[in-house]
C-alpha cells in the first residue's frame, strides 16, 4: 500500500519560511517523479514544484526563486523548502508521485495546511 505523508505546514508571517516534508511507502521512491501541489477553496490544484526522474525540476511562475523541491532518496522523502512567504501562497499543499512513464498522478497525500499572514 503507497502512503505520502506531509508534514511541516503551519502559520507564518509573510516574508518567513517553512519546509515541508512528505515521506512516502509502499513505492520504488527513487524511480518516482515527485511534485508539490497546492489548492485553495474555489480553485483548482495547481503545481507548484516538481522533481522529475531521472532529471529536471519544474517550478510554477509564482514561487520561482523562492521555493526549492529536493529529496532525499535514503530517507524515502520529497521536501519543499518555502522561502519570502507571501500571504497568497496560503493554500493545502498536497505531495504527489507518479511513475515517470505515465503522465497521470497516481498517488496523493492527505495535505498540509500553510497559512501566510500579512
Known amino acids: 500500500q503507497v502512503r505520502l505523508v506531509e508534514s511541516g505546514g503551519g502559520l507564518v508571517q509573510a516574508g518567513g519560511s517553512l519546509r515541508l516534508s512528505c515521506a512516502a511507502s509502499g513505492l520504488a521512491f527513487s524511480t518516482y517523479t515527485m511534485g508539490w501541489f497546492r489548492q485553495v477553496p474555489g480553485k483548482e490544484r495547481e503545481l507548484v514544484a516538481r522533481l522529475n526522474w531521472p532529471a529536471g525540476s519544474y517550478y510554477a511562475e509564482s514561487v520561482k526563486g523562492r521555493f526549492t523541491i529536493s529529496r532525499d532518496n535514503a530517507k524515502n522523502t520529497v521536501y519543499l523548502q518555502m522561502n519570502s512567504l507571501k500571504p497568497e501562497d496560503t493554500a493545502v499543499y498536497y505531495c504527489?508521485?507518479?511513475?515517470?512513464?505515465?503522465?497521470?498522478?497516481?498517488?496523493w497525500g492527505q495535505g498540509t495546511q500553510v497559512t501566510v499572514s500579512s
Open positions: 504527489a508521485a507518479r511513475a515517470s512513464s505515465i503522465l497521470s498522478w497516481a498517488y
